[in-house]
């Protein structure tokens, strides 16, 4: 996914059953929030006295999410999930909870009624379904630079002739399975078997942490998964593939490149929604997109850009060993009265990680100016995560500086980041549309991969 934006409300769903009046099971809820409506599913178990609980997000295709603290008692609902920064407090009357939902200082009324609906009720009609008129295998090898396990499938046509093109696929942001899924869609499923159509053969993996590969640490960064793309090369290397390229979704196409700078044997490049400009300055643009699109108002943008410029300025340039304890007194010292505690406390957490710190100073053109082989950049028009425009211009500008003469960009109208048919590109669209990818889009990649001959 999908890149990672700091300021926009996280989505959050619950589930509940109701038993006479006891707190157990299943309860739905609905956030409304700038126009959007958030479904939310919260499952509450009892062990003895004690409670716990975890949350699903339908329409983000989030399951399971553990609720650090659940508590209920004389009829009145609890809990708190701290990386989220959410917390919630309810009272459970006549079979329903009515309560306040909080995030990052803002809160919202969300009442639960009991959930007697089974799956996500969500339409993916493009989603292969068995059998297939192609060949599927289950594969898995280990990453000989981190010793972490990984797994995924083939997708080739039968009888495939290994000099064809063969593409590994490498998803966005978090931890995602083969099939990249989010919000019920699994956009990689439905590449892989529309190019297994057309002739070019596929292998798309487990995230660290997915599936059935391992888990990764809590150090790994972009860089490091960069390792288990170079290490499936290899693998087909050594199962005779001759014709191998990479298509890299969203901070998947950071990743490409990383790994063709340096690995002879990638032989092209599809980016599909992939950065082009500094990390810290598509991020500062991608939140006041995202603001426009949710009914900030320019005052509200203008306010926004400053105070991330300035979070994004101090961890950029940040080169001491106590960020943690030095990030918490910037943000204090600078953001006192405009920021509240819990805000502050909710952007330490989410920019703490190695991985985030590493992916905001990413800077594509270090990789990008170094590519000389094939490279189809393609970006849709409502794109607000990854403006297509400004990112496809710098993708066109580090490669001619790389002295790269085979590369094509294109603009697809009317597509958002996740490459579907759309309205407005909004975040709150990814769930609603059925599509999962524009076949117009599938058919610009199809068309120019088969021209990759060895």
Do not use: C
């Not at 700091?6 to 707190?23: D, E, G, K, P």
């Not at 939310?40 to 009892?46: G, M, S, T, V, W």
């Not at 603001?291 to 926004?304: P, R, V, Y």
């Not at 490279?375 to 490669?399: M, W, Y």
């Amino acid at each position: 996914m999908k890149i990672k934006t700091l300021f926009v409300l996280v989505s959050l769903l619950f589930t509940y059953f109701l038993q006479a009046q006891t707190i157990e099971g299943s309860w739905k809820g609905e956030l409304e929030f700038q126009g959007m409506k958030l479904p939310l599913i919260l499952n509450i178990k009892k062990n003895g006295s004690l409670y716990s609980s975890t949350m699903n997000s339908p329409k983000q295709g989030a399951k399971d999410i553990p609720v650090d603290k659940t508590d209920f008692a004389n009829n009145e609902l609890s809990f708190e999930q701290k990386m989220l920064g959410a917390t919630y407090k309810g009272k459970l009357t006549d079979g329903k909870i009515e309560g306040t939902f909080s995030q990052n200082g803002m809160q919202l009324p969300l009442t639960f009624t009991p959930n007697t609906e089974n799956g996500s009720g969500l339409n993916r009609p493009q989603t292969p379904k068995p059998p297939f008129n192609y060949d599927t295998e289950d594969v898995s090898f280990q990453n000989p630079t981190d010793k972490n396990t990984l797994a995924g499938t083939f997708a080739q046509p039968e009888n495939f002739d290994k000099n064809k093109p063969i593409l590994v696929l490498i998803t966005g942001s978090g931890t995602q399975n083969r099939d990249e899924e989010l919000f019920g869609h699994k956009p990689f499923a439905v590449i892989a078997d529309d190019f297994a159509k057309k002739g070019i053969a596929t292998l798309r993996l487990h995230d660290r942490g997915a599936g059935s590969s391992s888990k990764g640490s809590a150090s790994d960064t972009s860089y490091n998964f960069a390792t288990d793309i170079n290490t499936a090369v290899g693998y087909l290397v050594s199962k005779g593939y001759k014709n191998i390229g990479l298509l890299g979704h969203s901070e998947g196409g950071m990743i490409a490149p990383i790994v063709a700078a340096t690995n002879k044997n990638v032989k092209f490049l599809v980016l599909m929604a992939a950065p082009g400009t500094p990390v810290d300055q598509l991020l500062i643009q991608q939140n006041e997109k995202a603001g426009k699109l949710m009914g900030q108002s320019d005052l509200q943008t203008q306010q926004s850009r400053k105070v991330n410029s300035e979070i994004y300025g101090f961890i950029k340039n940040y080169s001491g060993n106590t960020y943690e304890k030095d990030l918490q007194q910037f943000l204090t010292k600078n953001f006192a009265g405009q920021l509240s505690e819990e805000a502050i406390q909710n952007i330490q957490r989410q920019t703490s990680s190695a991985w985030f710190r590493y992916f905001l100073k990413f800077n594509p053109d270090s990789y990008l100016s170094k590519i000389k082989i094939p490279v189809l950049a393609l970006n849709g028009s409502l794109d607000f995560q990854v403006p297509a425009k400004e990112n496809l211009e710098a993708i066109s500008q580090s490669l001619k500086k790389a002295g790269n003469m085979n590369f094509k960009t294109e603009e697809l109208p009317g597509l958002n980041h996740l490459f579907q048919e759309a309205k407005t590109g909004a975040f709150s669209e990814y769930a609603d549309i059925e599509q999962t990818i524009s076949p117009a889009a599938m058919d610009k990649m199809t068309d120019w991969i088969v021209k990759m001959k060895k």
